[in-house]
């Protein structure tokens, strides 16, 4: 809600490992935000994963608008063919300098942030392969796909948090204090002092609503 800027009442919160989202669920919501949680992997799996999969199928096939993040990145684009492993040495926690490509930097809702600009990260997971017909949007110095679009759908997907601004970051951390090493700080003290806010990345998601929702960015 923070992030988006929307009222109380206005999204509603679906837990996948309660089973995949009704149809009618789905039809009821303007936009469908796919986020996730450090204690689950898309690479370790688990039984309520193919419904939840076969579900972001489905967002796809229907072009409904649809914003992933972090571990929704990972699923969405395993589940449309793109490939994800598990690699330690090109983890990033923390706050990451990411670089538009030259698709980003002509996309509507990318472009605006320039060529570069710092985003808060977490994760351990990543897409070595994008799904057929993704379009990559920015890259990292450790990896190469940070965000991606399908043209023509009003579907964008980003491996950093532009939902989390400084405080939801370090937050994070502190509940999962197993990725602190991870930072390069020994403490989370150290980590407070060295986190930045990332005005730019948090301007990404209202932005992506006025693009996919337009007149009705704020309403219902």
């Not at 939840?52 to 395993?78: H, I, N």
């Not at 043209?151 to 532009?162: L, M, S, W």
């Not at 939902?163 to 700080?185: F, H, M, N, Q």
Request: hydrophobic share 40%; aromatic share 8%; with cysteine.
């Amino acid at each position: 809600m923070r992030a988006l800027g929307t009222e109380d009442g206005q999204l509603q919160i679906h837990d996948l490992l309660s089973g995949a989202p009704s149809q009618a669920l789905l039809d009821s919501v303007d936009v469908v935000l796919i986020g996730g949680s450090g204690d689950h992997s898309v690479v370790r799996g688990g039984p309520w994963l193919p419904a939840a999969l076969d579900a972001m199928v489905g967002l796809y096939e229907s072009s409904k608008p649809t914003f992933a993040s972090c571990w929704g990145f990972q699923a969405l684009a395993r589940a449309l063919g793109g490939e994800v492993v598990t690699d330690h040495d090109r983890a990033e926690v923390g706050t990451v300098w990411m670089k538009l490509t030259r698709e980003g930097e002509r996309d509507p809702v990318f472009g605006p942030l320039g060529p570069g600009f710092p985003a808060q990260i977490g994760h351990e997971d990543i897409v070595t392969s994008l799904p057929a017909g993704a379009v990559l949007l920015a890259s990292s110095e450790t990896v190469e796909n940070e965000a991606f679009c399908f043209p023509g759908r009003p579907i964008y997907a980003t491996q950093f948090h532009p939902e989390l601004d400084r405080a939801g970051l370090i937050a994070r951390i502190s509940r999962y204090p197993v990725y602190l090493p991870l930072t390069g700080a020994s403490t989370i003290e150290e980590f407070r002092d060295r986190t930045p806010e990332t005005p730019e990345a948090e301007s990404l998601l209202p932005r992506f609503l006025a693009e996919v929702l337009g007149e009705r960015v704020g309403g219902s």
